[in-house]
């Protein structure tokens, strides 16, 4: 138990930086590993080598976290033996001595002695008492119920900690961000991030494809809170393997669900319509674009890359504001919610390096081999509305904002623990709160013949706990034997 105690102190100790440095992965801020980096140049690798950014799938919280559970099967299956033995045992014998016991009475009785011990037994099991009669005492126990509570606290434990293994062991998390009319299949090709765990089956991925139908989302238009969202939510059209195709609206905490795998709706943003010809007027590209937030008024910044233009390929920087107004600073969007959509645009050309073979980010734009686009000498820069159209000089090509769409940002989770962990944690604190709350003890009754041919009758009680049992059991006890308690010889009660 000293080892299991050390352990568990050590795993919290070790997630402490799971807390302090932001984690690889975590839907609600994706760039988060990557903006740190740049800010702190210097210490980000080292803390990276370390594992501080992966903390939890890291190796030395994993041996931390097995040691852990060969320490507490260790501790726990033993000492549920033993509980699972105290709870089929039967009442122990009556001390020698029972005068040091609780609520100990004694008195002379000239009564039959079989008729008082079947009266006591009778009694003691109308109150809930496991009760064993021998020729001479009763011997009456109550409260088996709490070593059953401490027997479900320690084995939910254990299968607390299997439930979380199990999870990190064959579970994965995803992310992928979805605008509205685009599709979704559950491969491992299309996610834009993907974290398997060391068992994962990533070629087994459960068969299921969606849609996203429509994108609606409400903000606040008054008060302190003006620009938050009230609710938003996602209706998608899904296939899960061979059945029919379904409907369904997954909003916050109600996510998509087939057989565990869980698409949870964690933000959402812009996706502009865009149309752009090359130098041949060819439609080279033409659909939504996500472009990702800044802040909480939904400014954001994103890239269009078209590598199939001609004769040069083509690229466009910039930012959307979603309700674009000028302030001192620049412009910038007043409110969430598309009032007057604007794209704010910088125009490159040459060689986007797709044929080097190496995976780029869709959200960023590597200017290494291209040229900004000028204009009478000046970068070619156009803040366009819906309908307008960007033209690049010398017949290079153009770039139409068609209109304003939505995208959905999913976190994907696969986690087969997570019902036994939820049954264990249910479990747990079950038996802990009936280990706590009841109060087990034991009754005595015992005889013992007298010279004038009578009985001495004594009974004691003892707790096994350090809640005091019912104080009124033992007088409960005589009265039901007949003996009033102020004719009833009492003992000092001392502790147990």
């Known amino acids: 138990m000293r080892t299991a105690v050390i352990l568990l102190a050590l795993l919290a100790l070790a997630a402490i930086p799971g807390s302090l440095f932001p984690q690889r992965n975590v839907a609600s801020d994706p760039a988060a590993v990557i903006n740190y980096a740049r800010e702190n140049p210097r210490i980000a690798p080292w803390l990276d080598r370390l594992g501080m950014f992966d903390v939890y799938a890291s190796p030395w919280f994993a041996a931390i976290y097995v040691l852990l559970l060969i320490s507490m099967t260790g501790c726990v299956l033993p000492r549920s033996r033993r509980l699972w033995q105290s709870v089929r045992s039967a009442p122990p014998p009556a001390p020698r001595n029972l005068t040091r016991l609780e609520g100990h009475r ?34 009456a126990e109550r409260g088996y119920l709490r070593e059953v509570g401490n027997l479900a606290f320690h ?9 979380i293994a199990a999870g990190r062991l064959f579970g994965f998390e995803g992310r992928v961000a979805i605008a509205e009319g685009g599709s979704f299949a559950n491969d491992l090709s299309q996610y834009d991030a993907f974290t398997p765990s060391a068992w994962t089956d990533v070629d087994g991925l459960e068969p299921l494809s969606f849609r996203l139908e429509e994108f609606d989302v409400s903000y606040q238009t008054s008060g302190p809170n003006l620009g938050q969202p009230t609710e938003f939510a996602a209706r ?3 296939r899960a393997g061979s059945a029919q195709e379904k409907t369904i609206t997954v909003e916050p905490n109600h996510p998509l669900d087939v057989n565990e795998t869980k698409f949870f709706l964690t933000g959402n943003g812009y996706a502009p319509l865009i149309t752009v010809r090359d130098g041949r007027g060819e439609v080279v590209f033409t659909g939504p674009v996500i472009f990702l937030p800044l802040d909480s008024s939904f400014a954001s910044d994103g890239v269009v890359k078209v590598p199939d233009a001609q004769p040069t390929q083509l690229a466009f920087e910039g930012f959307f504001l979603p309700t674009a107004d000028i302030g001192p600073q620049g412009p910038y969007s007043a409110f969430p919610d598309a009032l007057n959509p604007q794209l704010f645009l910088t125009a490159y050309t040459g060689d986007l390096g797709f044929g080097d073979g190496v995976p780029q980010s869709v959200f960023t734009l590597d200017k290494d081999q291209l040229t900004q686009v000028r204009q009478n000498g000046q970068p ?5 509305s819906v309908g307008e159209t960007m033209r690049l ?5 153009s770039l139409t904002f068609d209109g304003v769409s939505r995208f959905a940002n999913f976190q994907v989770a696969y986690d087969p623990g997570k019902e036994i962990t939820l049954v264990a944690a249910v479990v747990l604190m079950v038996g802990l709160t009936a280990s706590l709350v009841i109060r087990r003890r034991r009754v005595w009754l015992r005889l013992r013949p007298t010279e004038d041919g009578g009985s ?6 003892y707790s096994l706990t350090r809640r005091e049992p019912p104080p ?11 003996r009033p308690d102020r004719s009833a010889t009492a003992s000092k009660d001392a502790p147990a």
Do not use: C
């Open 106 to 139: 004694s008195w002379g009785t000239t009564r039959e002695p079989t008729e008082i011990l079947a009266t006591a037994a009778a009694h003691l099991r109308r109150k809930g008492f496991r009760v064993v009669t021998t020729g001479e005492e009763v011997r």
């Open 155 to 163: 084995l939910s434990l254990l299968v607390f900690l299997v439930g």
């Open 236 to 238: 998608l059209a899904y």
């Open 380 to 384: 070619l820069s156009q803040a366009l």
């Open 393 to 397: 000089p010398g017949g290079q090509g």
């Open 456 to 461: 001495l009758v004594e009974v004691a009680r």
């Open 472 to 482: 009124d059991e033992i007088e409960n006890l005589m009265a039901a034997l007949h």
